[in-house]
Structures are given as C-alpha cells and as structure tokens.
C-alpha cells in the first residue's frame, strides 16, 4: 500500500504509523529557520499506535508494520553476524512461543483434571490413607477390594460412617450424606462465585463467544490477563465439582488463550503487534480444545471452524504443533490414570449396519429440536438476567440453582455422578465383566464364549436404569438453560453430550430389545439373526452426544473430528457425520445462529460474522455519518489549525479518529489521523519540544507553511498521519462495503465524492446498518 509515489521517501512515515529511519527527515528551513523547528516524533512514541479498550484493532495498519518490521530485520542481517543471529531467533521465536503455550495449557489442564475429580468425590465422602486421594486411587491399593465392589473399600468412608461411626445403610446414614452432599456442592459454588465476583468478573462463562470477538480485531483489556487465568483455573474446579450442569471443556480454551496472551509479553514481535497476537490465540485455541477433549486435531479444526477470524496457512501449522505439545503434555501427566487423555474413551469394534441410520437420523433431529430449544430459552433467560433485578444478586442466583441442582440430583445415581463420569458409562459397551446397572441382561448360560456378547433380553437393572436415565434427561435438559451463563466458569459442551447420550442410550436399548424380541421383523430379517450381536448401545450414545453438541455449537466438520478422536470409534465416522449434519439442518431452520454467536449478539460485541451474507441493495451513502440533518463531519485541516484548535475538537469530540483535508472550502483528502496517537503526540511535544503553546501551528505535510517570523514555533506531525486510508465512492454498493470490512478487518472507511470527502463509515455504523436491515434493534450493539 505504500508504493503508490516511489519519488517520495516521505511515504516510509506513513500506512503504519512508525518512522523508518534511514530517509533523511526535513527538518525545515522555511520562513522560521531551523532553529525554530524540530521534526517532531523521529523516534516513534511510546503509546503511539496502541489502541484504547473497547476498540476494533486495525488490521491493515498492523500488518503493513508488521511487515516493515519484518523488512528492516531481513535488510539488517545481510550486515553483521549479530544482526542473522537475531533474524533467525526471530523467525523461530513464533515456534518455541507455541511450544511454551502447549507445556503450560496443557500442565493446567492435568492440574483442573486431577483437582476436580479429587474435589467430585469429597462431597461423598473422604480417603483415611490420605484425604488427598480421590475415590477411586483410595481403593486401588487396597488389599480387601472384590471384584464385584470395587468401588468399595476400608480406607474410603463416606460421611454418614464418619459422623456416625461406621453405620453402613439406614435412613440415617442416607440423609446424612444427601445433607453433606448438599453443604459441599454449595460451599464450592459460593466460593466460585465469590472469587469470580472479587478478583476478576472475567472469568465468568464459559469465554467463547469473547474470544471470537477478540479474534475479529476488539479489544477488552484484563479479558486474558494474568489475574482472569488464575481465577478461572481456579473456580473451573470448584464449579465442575460443585455438580452444577456445566463443563469444563469451554473455559479450557480461554485458559489456553489467557495462557497464549501472558507469554506473548515474552517477545516484543507479539507484544506490540496486535494482529500477530491474534494469530497466536487462534493456536492457543486449538490447544485449549486439544487438551479438553485430547483431540489435537479436532482442536485445529475447532480454531479454524468455530472461534478464528483471520486463520492463514502459518497459523494452521503453529496451531497443530500447539495442540500436539499440549496433548503430549496431559498425556505426561497422565491424569485418569489410565494413559488417555479423556474420561470417557471407548473402543467398539461391531459394526453397524445401514438401516441403523435411521436411527441416527432420529437422534439427529433431537439434537437439531433440542439445540434450537435451548438457544432460545437460554438467550431469553440471558437477557432476563440482563434487564431485570436479577442481575444484581449473582450470588444469591448460582446458591440458588446449586441448591435446586443438588437436591435433585442426589437421590438419582445417574445425576449424582459427574457429568463426565455419566457420559463414560453411557457410552461404555457392555462387556461380562460389568457391573453397571445399564449392563444388568439376562445371562444365557451357552452364549457366553468370546467377547461379542449377542443381544440380551434386559434384566431389571436396565429397567430400573432407563427411568432413572429419563428423569436424568429431563433434570438436564431444563437445569442447562439456567446454569449457563451464571457467574461462574461454565463449559457447554459436556451438559449437551451429556443429554444426546441419554437420549440416544434410551433409543439404543430400546433398539436392541426390539432387535431381540423381534428379529423375524422383516427389517432386522437379513442381517439381525438371533444369538447375533447386532446393536450397540454405547454407539447410540455417542452418537446422540454428537448431535445435540451440533444443534447448540453448530459445528460440523470439527464436531466429527472430536467425537472420534474421543471415542477412538474410526468405523462410526458415517453416523456421526450423518447426526451432525441432520441436527445442523434442523437447528438452522429453527434459529439461524449457534449458541455462541448468539451470546455475542445478545452482549453487543461489535463482531462481524463472517457467514452471513448481506443481500439487501443499499449504498455507501445511506450508512456513512454524517447523514443529510447532522451537523458537518469533523476534520482537520493539513496545515492551517493551531494545537489549541485540535485540543478543543479532540475534548469536544468522541471520535477515534479525523480524516484531514487540504482545507476547509476545498475538502480534499489528504489522510486520516488517530485520536490517540494526536493526544499523546501534542502532549509529548508540549513537554518536550521548546516553544511549543497553544497558538502553535500544527501541520501534516512535508514542507512547513509560510508563517510571519514572529510566529511560536510549528509542530510538525507528519509522522502520525495514515496516507493510505481507505476510501470507497458514495455509490459502492454496501454489500461491497461489508466484504471489504470483513475480509480486511477495518475500523472505518472514508466516503468520496469526485474526490472530495464525504463522510466516513465505521465497523459500528456497519454493524448497525446489518441490524437494521435484519429488523433487529441497532442500539443493541453497545461498545467501540
């Protein structure tokens, strides 16, 4: 952009707002002499170039420094050994960055893992070898454990055998511990909620749907700050322990982004380059994905599909060697102890068969229905939360749904395990060796040879358990829409798989008992022969928490990526892309967006999404400001205004920036300034540079204007001014407008007319204009 005049070396000054130096700078000689003037800014200022909170980054500006920068270090190595050594560390600076973001994403991740199930089990009860150990590692070394209760042991007591002195059974001993499940679950939430509250409000939800708007070029300082990483590991725990219908999957990306923004201080190429710092969150997000689900590669897809704005080809291969350091780090850790990186990993090797898809088909639907459903009830009771009273007593709001939450859930085994563990057992295919209620078949004495168990007629534990599991669906399904969006960290992923798995385990017993019973049905006829084992109702499971993930996220291609890496089920790719895109179509036609783009919308980030297509026949002219009844727009002009005059237009005004124009009667343009940058320039000079007051002539050419001798000395702000902006003609259409905002990453654009200066378009008035037109309230959307 900047090879518009080769003859002029001023054009070095401009696009990118820094001062290269190497071209001789002029340092006047008009009608003042020298000695009056001093070519201001020769070293570029502190401040100069940053941006304020709640402001859209513009991306053309920081890649064109970007690449100056990049230029000046190439230029410089061919000089001196030294100056190759730092060009090589420069160029590998971005690699060991993301190296250092897997090691710490995915240490944080082991550390959440292995705190929370410690935390899940101590509301049932407490290890005597150690309080330290969970449930689970409690019995594993101990000598008196059988096979069929493995689950029991000495050294685990649960809290009615402390507080009554080993009492096994009994009313007592039940509400006993139904009591101090309770008192637990709401001592961890009101902790969570504390924290949040006084340390860092940002670390609430579950960070999505701020870190796509993030990614889209907003800035919201503090947001993945050092304060909100330590809070949110922090509270992530107590939440996910507390039993309340959240994930910890969501939060674990902006763990990992708050993880990717720390260490970018590290080095300068990121720390003062705001469009590179984004192409490392978009890596940091696939770490965070990576090392939730111990999908590293449906977590490059999660960045690219679901959070990224701007993803070039660099980026997708930092991000999978982001995900696989982080992967590789949990994997070290180790926290389940059984050398995977999930809870809930299966392995199912029957195959299925193609009239299963209907089925599939049918949990697809439900996913699509149940998306759709809860998107509108969850956004509805957001925005409640917003306008009402409600708002102001977040505390008492989490005590209030943890209570309701806990109380129900504990008398359901089901609901009284963590969301993880549920998901486990659901998907988990029944071998002989079970001793889970949903395995509880009837045992034919002569079938018993080899691992394929045929289909069984269902015992009274599956019956027992599919009520169980039914009423667990329905407590999960309406407690969801209140938890999310609470002030504590809450994930979205699990409590969604958690009710496709319900549901399609529901679908997959009910499949497998009428396979059973009837498998001289024409449609089982060919391929169901009795003593077989045809159905597998952990796929069902699997299947079902795919398509209900996809009905509220949206997501396809990585949604199918995760759930088999996850499950490691390679044969089920068909069925789980077939519920994936069944449940996406019948969402789409419900409501067009996905949860988080939802939550965006309802929070008024200034975010333009990049799927939608703008279809409407409107032109520049009728979104620019000022309109035909405002007020003129406000400019400078390039040599005639006095630093007294800019000093009242930058107080009187609100503006982020002011185009500036050869002069007032002519209107021609000549560049665009920032506020920012003008504030601190005229501050530094008044503090710095002699004679500089308030009749001060203030001036963006070359050459000094021609002034009487007895004039205060000039100031010349060349250097700040943006030679290149962008300008489209009154009439460009404005879905041409929109392309370019997006596929650029614009704050705003100028509008001429036979090259004089019109009017100017910003992302907000953008924004506004695509509101409008989809019948929606243009004020909604709040911030830059």
């Not at 299966?346 to 049918?362: A, G, K, Q, R, S």
Request: charged share 20%; net charge neutral.
């Amino acid at each position: 952009m900047e090879e518009q005049h080769p003859s002029s070396p001023w054009l070095q000054v401009a696009a990118d707002g820094t001062f290269h130096p190497g071209f001789s700078s002029y340092n006047g000689g008009g009608m003042n002499g020298a000695s009056k003037m001093m070519d201001f800014l020769e070293e570029p200022l502190p401040g100069v170039g940053t941006y304020e909170d709640f402001n859209t980054i513009d991306w053309v500006r920081e890649k064109s420094r970007d690449r100056d920068r990049h230029r000046e270090i190439t230029n410089k190595s061919k000089e001196s050994t030294w100056a190759l050594i730092h060009s090589v560390s420069d160029a590998f600076s971005g690699w060991l960055l993301m190296l250092l973001i897997g090691l710490l994403a995915g240490a944080i991740a082991g550390l959440i893992d292995i705190s929370a199930h410690w935390m899940t089990d101590l509301k049932e009860g407490v290890c005597l070898r150690g309080f330290w150990y969970n449930h689970e590692h409690c019995c594993w070394t101990s000598q008196e454990t059988t096979f069929q209760d493995r689950d029991k042991c000495p050294e685990w007591r649960s809290w009615a055998q402390l507080l009554t002195g080993n009492q096994e059974g009994g009313a007592l001993a039940y509400i006993l511990n139904y009591f101090m499940y309770v008192i637990w679950a709401l001592l961890f939430s009101l902790l969570a909620v504390l924290l949040v509250r006084g340390f860092a409000p940002y670390a609430c939800g579950s960070g999505i749907p701020e870190i796509k708007t993030i990614l889209s070029g907003f800035i919201i300082r503090g947001y993945l700050g050092k304060w909100t990483l330590l809070i949110k590991t922090m509270t992530l725990v107590l939440a996910v322990s507390s039993g309340l219908s959240l994930g910890k999957e969501g939060p674990l990306v902006h763990v990992a982004c708050c993880c990717g923004n720390i260490l970018c201080h590290l080095f300068t190429k990121y720390r003062k380059n705001e469009a590179k710092r984004r192409e490392v969150l978009s890596a940091a997000a696939a770490a965070g994905v990576s090392v939730a689900f111990g999908a590293p590669i449906g977590g490059v897809l999660f960045s690219l599909e679901e959070v990224s704005y701007y993803f070039p080809l660099k980026t997708l291969w930092r991000s999978f060697f982001a995900a696989l350091v982080a992967a590789f780090t949990l994997r070290s850790i180790n926290p389940f102890g059984n050398s995977r990186l999930v809870l809930f990993y299966v392995e199912f090797h029957t195959p299925w068969h193609l009239l299963e898809l209907v089925p599939f088909i049918l949990l697809g639907i439900f996913g699509g229905l149940w998306g759709a459903f809860f998107i509108r009830s969850n956004i509805a009771w957001c925005r409640r939360r917003k306008t009402t009273k409600l708002g102001k007593y977040p505390v008492t709001e989490v005590m209030v749904v943890t209570a309701i939450t806990a109380i129900l859930a504990f008398p359901n085994e089901y609901t009284r395990m963590s969301t993880s563990e549920l998901i486990s057992e659901l998907f988990n295919d029944c071998g002989l060796l079970d001793s889970s209620k949903l395995c509880d078949y009837i045992n034919d004495s002569n079938s018993t040879k080899g691992d394929d168990l045929p289909d069984r007629p269902a015992g009274p534990g599956v019956h027992m358990a599919m009520w169980q599991l039914a009423l667990a669906l329905i407590l999960k399904v309406f407690i969801t829409i209140f938890t999310f969006g609470m002030k504590v960290p809450s994930g979205l992923f699990i409590p969604s798989m958690a009710v496709g798995a319900i549901a399609g385990r529901l679908l997959g017993v009910g499949m497998e008992q009428l396979a059973y019973y009837h498998h001289d049905w024409g449609i089982f006829h060919n391929w169901c022969s009795q003593g077989a084992d045809c159905i597998t109702p952990g796929l069902y499971a699997m299947v079902g928490a795919a398509a209900c993930l996809g009905g509220v996220t949206r997501m396809t291609v990585s949604l199918v990526v995760i759930m088999f890496e996850l499950t490691g089920g390679l044969e089920y790719i068909v069925p789980l892309m077939a519920a994936a895109m069944t449940s996406k179509w019948v969402a789409d036609a419900i409501g067009r967006e996905g949860i988080y783009d939802a939550h965006i919308r309802l929070n008024g980030y200034p975010f333009l999404e990049a799927k939608e297509e703008f279809s409407h026949k409107t032109l520049a002219m009728d979104v620019m400001r000022p309109r035909r009844s405002d007020p003129a727009l406000t400019v400078l002009t390039q040599d005639s205004m006095m630093v007294e005059d800019v000093e009242a237009i930058v107080n009187e005004t609100t503006y982020s920036g002011y185009p500036v124009v050869v002069s007032r009667e002519s209107q021609r343009l000549v560049g665009f300034v920032l506020r920012r940058d003008l504030i601190i320039s005229i501050e530094n000079a008044r503090k710095k540079q002699d004679g500089i007051v308030s009749s001060s002539v203030i001036y963006f050419t070359d050459h000094s204007p021609p002034l009487p001798p007895s004039s205060p000395s000039m100031l010349k702000l060349r250097s700040i001014l943006d030679l290149s902006p962008f300008t489209v003609t009154d009439q460009t259409p404005m879905e041409i407008v929109v392309d370019i905002f997006r596929k650029l990453g614009l704050r705003q654009c100028l509008v001429t007319h036979n090259g004089k200066l019109l009017g100017i378009i910003t992302k907000k008035d953008v924004l506004k204009h695509i509101a409008q037109m989809a019948n929606q309230d243009p004020d909604s959307i709040l911030f830059n």
